[in-house]
């Protein structure tokens, strides 16, 4: 039996988890990755282990290792050429950790518990040249609890999301067509919400939603006058003095 080639775009947590299952499966993978911070999972390390051939620079078409069958892309933090797209014949796919097309862009699940969402999820869809805006193949609710922290959503989105990567891979292999998105939706550009800064004048409840989705260490908590502010109760001690 002829090996599959596949590529993978990956970074952080589930980007490591996508190169397990890949790896059991007996699949040829090569991987385009980031250099991490220590706090993020590092990809890049994992491929050293394993012996499993990879870059840091961004996938492009002249530095393909072979030409795939199938491209996964799992929090990679680059936009895919379309000719890429095009020499792969439409097989490439992304997780994305929203209800598309709501929270298209960056930072989803953390404006997500800013606004107040009550759920989110996960998306596997196509990639498209529109960023976000491919057909979907998998997408799952994940209930927001009224404690959760940027930290801990995160996690438990992907880690459910990652039991789907083997079914929308074959879906993908399988030209299944997917579902057209609906038409709205909305789009969050990269950078930190609001500077990381709470506004006084915002609600009660928004300034307890925004403490806790800036919670994701070593980076910044959010702040008031470079104050950082770890939990309602210090914003209260620092605002009622």
Excluded at 20 to 43: A, C, D, M, R, W
Excluded at 83 to 96: A, D, R, Y
């Amino acid at each position: 039996m002829i090996k599959l080639n596949v590529i993978l775009c990956g970074y952080n947590w589930i980007g490591c988890k996508a190169l397990e299952l890949l790896l059991q499966k007996g699949y040829n993978v090569f991987v385009y990755t980031h250099s991490n911070p220590p706090h993020i999972n590092s990809l890049e390390e994992l491929c050293e282990k394993w012996e499993v051939p990879y870059t840091t620079n961004k996938i492009s078409i002249t530095n393909l290792p072979f030409v795939p069958d199938i491209i996964c892309s799992v929090y990679y933090r680059d936009i895919i050429d379309e000719e890429i797209i095009m020499l792969v014949k439409g097989k490439i796919f992304n997780v994305h950790p929203s209800l598309l097309p709501k929270y298209r862009g960056c930072s989803s699940l953390t404006w997500a518990i800013i606004n107040g969402e009550h759920e989110t999820g996960f998306t596997y869809h196509y990639i498209t040249k529109d960023v976000d805006r491919g057909r979907i193949i998998i997408q799952k609710k994940i209930k927001i609890s009224d404690w959760e922290t940027q930290i801990t959503l995160y996690h438990k989105v992907m880690f459910e999301a990652s039991k789907y990567f083997i079914d929308a891979f074959n879906k993908v292999l399988d030209c299944k067509e997917g579902i057209p998105q609906k038409k709205g939706g909305s789009y969050y550009k990269r950078g930190c919400p609001f500077g990381g800064q709470i506004n006084t004048s915002w609600e009660t409840e928004k300034i307890k939603r925004f403490i806790r989705a800036m919670v994701y260490p070593p980076l910044p908590y959010a702040s008031i006058n470079k104050k950082e502010i770890r939990s309602f109760k210090e914003y209260l001690k620092y605002t009622q003095k």
